[in-house]
């Protein structure tokens, strides 16, 4: 394995408190040495003056859709969309066909990581069976074989005993309990956000509060069984105001904010952009400043792109049948670095918010920078602008709200195991 020594960046790794202009060397496949001036004979030489190196990107919310679901995105494509947007560490959902609940199904995606991939997979289980809300998976044997979360994601789990059982269950494992908080009651056949914009455009909407009252009762089984859960997605200014509540009393939740709901509101689904569809939806501005207001004030633990591809068929249609969600894998960086620029977070924060914050929060071994420790590294430039074309996604499908947006900032280079996994 060759020797790597990535020269002059600004090294920002916040689990270890370090930012500072040093290199990197990289040897067989692990940090050798963090320092100024380091002499590597026969390495290759990564400049990376005036760039930023930090531990690789962490994204624990990723749609890979494979088994069964490959014409929208597989293993390959999906890992080598995560590797372009400097990711080399993603969590995937179990909402494949078959569902990822059993040994099975979880060995066949680590498998075809190993012969497909191009950077670590952590399989997420789902809680119960079939994501069918009716009897829980076996998380204790999937635990043991490198499961470290679960989730019925797309669905939420409407039975609360069963949430119940499953918090009790998980906890003891050390499992995260990954909620979709979403009361479909509430939800009913609403398609948007409800408010004005729903309204003006005839679409049936969906209130906040089918969000904000699934996430009061997920944070209340937490308080009740002990367990840990991470509410996935949050977008309303209750969920937030919740989750901030619920960590001032000690209760062990932690939560992820997308990049679509920092930076868009439900005014982008005019014209009947499907592409601007997705669940939960894309809130009020009201609900935007409070989610960015969390991530400020640490109420957010996590940066996840909820990544979810499909194919032009599922979008190109009327938007009440349009399917949900967006691709977000090659967006998620500069969309993050943006909260940079105006002012909201400093650098060394949105660092933690891709890297060791999801990581700890789904307790998978990623997101550090240490002498010894796995060499999967991202150098990154702030500066760099480039122009978002949908139809040049590395992702098999292309459902982005944010085709044709400039941005700045991109992954120049992305380090897997010691190995460039992409270079730009």
Not at 35 to 64: F, N, R, S
Request: some cysteine; hydrophobic content about 40%; overall charge negative.
């Amino acid at each position: 394995m060759a020797k790597i020594l990535i020269k002059g960046g600004r090294v920002i790794s916040p689990a270890q408190q370090l930012d500072d202009t040093c290199d990197v060397l990289i040897e067989k496949g692990k940090i050798a040495a963090i320092g100024k001036d380091l002499d590597a004979q026969g390495a290759e030489i990564i400049d990376a003056d005036g760039k930023i190196v930090t531990p690789g990107l962490v994204d624990i919310h990723v749609h890979l859709r494979d088994p069964g679901l490959e014409y929208k995105e597989d293993i390959a494509s999906g890992t080598l969309s995560a590797v372009t947007g400097g990711f080399t560490s993603i969590a995937c959902m179990p909402n494949t066909n078959p569902v990822n609940d059993n040994l099975s199904v979880k060995n066949y995606i680590l498998n075809k990581v190993k012969e497909e991939g191009h950077c670590r997979v952590f399989p997420i289980a789902s809680i119960s069976k079939g994501l069918q809300g009716e009897s829980m998976t076996e998380m204790g044997e999937l635990k043991g074989l490198g499961v470290y979360g679960v989730s019925d994601d797309g669905k939420p789990v409407s039975n609360a005993q069963l949430m119940r059982r499953a918090m009790e269950y998980a906890k003891p494992f050390g499992i995260t309990i990954v909620t979709h908080a979403e009361d479909l009651e509430l939800v009913g056949s609403g398609v948007m956000n409800e408010g004005p914009v729903s309204t003006e455009l005839g679409l049936k909407g969906i209130p906040c509060v089918a969000e904000d009252a699934a996430t009061a009762r997920e944070i209340m089984l937490a308080e009740f069984t002990g367990a840990h859960l991470h509410v996935a997605h949050v977008s309303t200014k209750g969920s937030i105001d919740l989750v901030r509540q619920a960590k001032k009393r000690g209760v062990n939740v932690t939560c992820e904010a997308t990049p679509h709901h920092f930076t868009l509101t439900d005014e982008a689904v005019r014209g009947y952009n499907t592409n601007a569809k997705m669940n939960p939806p894309l809130r009020s501005a009201e609900d935007r400043e409070a989610v960015r207001k969390g991530i400020a004030d640490g109420t957010v633990d996590a940066i996840a792109t909820d990544h979810a591809p499909h194919h032009i068929d599922e979008k190109n249609v009327e938007f009440n049948i349009a399917m949900n969600g967006i691709v977000g894998l090659e967006t998620a960086l500069p969309l993050s670095l943006q909260l940079v620029e105006d002012g909201l977070i400093d650098l060394p924060k949105a660092v933690a918010l891709l890297t060791c914050g999801p990581a700890a929060a789904l307790g998978i071994p990623a997101g550090q920078l240490e002498e010894g420790g796995v060499a999967d590294v991202t150098v990154i430039d702030p500066e760099l602008e480039w122009t978002v074309d949908a139809q040049k996604l590395v992702s098999k499908s292309k459902n982005t709200p944010f085709d044709g947006w400039k941005m700045n900032g991109a992954a120049l280079c992305t380090i897997v195991g010691g190995k460039i996994a992409y270079r730009r």
